[in-house]
């Protein structure tokens, strides 16, 4: 009997594996990659795909609603810097995602509420990814803020979970004069 109750579960692991292969990643994006396709939607109907970051320097920051408040700092003073570094940065969009995944048919109406309030209190247009396929697809972490940097030509140029530090914050602040001045 029990030999029988482990070839059923090895079989049952197996074909489980098999079917997340195909359901979710095995890896993230890698520096280097092209962004894949995607399409997130504001609160007032507008979208976002890859082929919009074409073209210009793209800081994305991807949330959740807990994870949202944990980068504002640093989204202020990429702001800033971005200004301080004119014409050098001027193609440079910072752009924030949240994770809508969790809401539901019962629920979504409040979170676009929510979401026309925050892009107001802000003054930025925040998208929102209801499905969690752009999480998915680029292996982001559901429990941390996560930045990624994409090149005017599509290419993802720095990927960051959490709030960058010491080093790692320097190299983000250089990338971004670097991809400026290939730009220029």
Request: glycine fraction near 6%.
């Amino acid at each position: 009997m029990s030999a029988t109750f482990s070839a059923k579960s090895v079989k049952f692991l197996f074909s489980l594996l098999s079917f997340s292969m195909f359901v979710f990643p095995l890896f993230a994006s890698e520096i280097g990659e092209t962004i894949p396709p995607f399409t997130v939607t504001a609160a007032t109907g507008e979208e976002l795909s890859a082929e919009d970051l074409l073209g210009s320097i793209s800081v994305i920051f991807y949330d959740t609603r807990h994870t949202a408040h944990l980068n504002n700092h640093l989204k202020h003073h990429l702001a800033s810097y971005r200004d301080e570094h004119l014409p050098l940065l001027e193609k440079m969009h910072i752009i924030q995602i949240i994770d809508a995944s969790s809401a539901n048919f019962l629920t979504r109406s409040i979170w676009k509420r929510k979401l026309r309030e925050q892009s107001r209190k802000y003054g930025v247009t925040i998208y929102a990814d209801w499905k969690g396929e752009l999480r998915d697809t680029l292996g982001l972490s559901k429990k941390k803020s996560n930045i990624v940097v994409v090149d005017p030509r599509g290419r993802i140029r720095f990927i960051h979970q959490g709030n960058p530090q010491g080093r790692e914050r320097e190299l983000l602040f250089e990338l971004l004069l670097v991809l400026g001045k290939e730009e220029g």
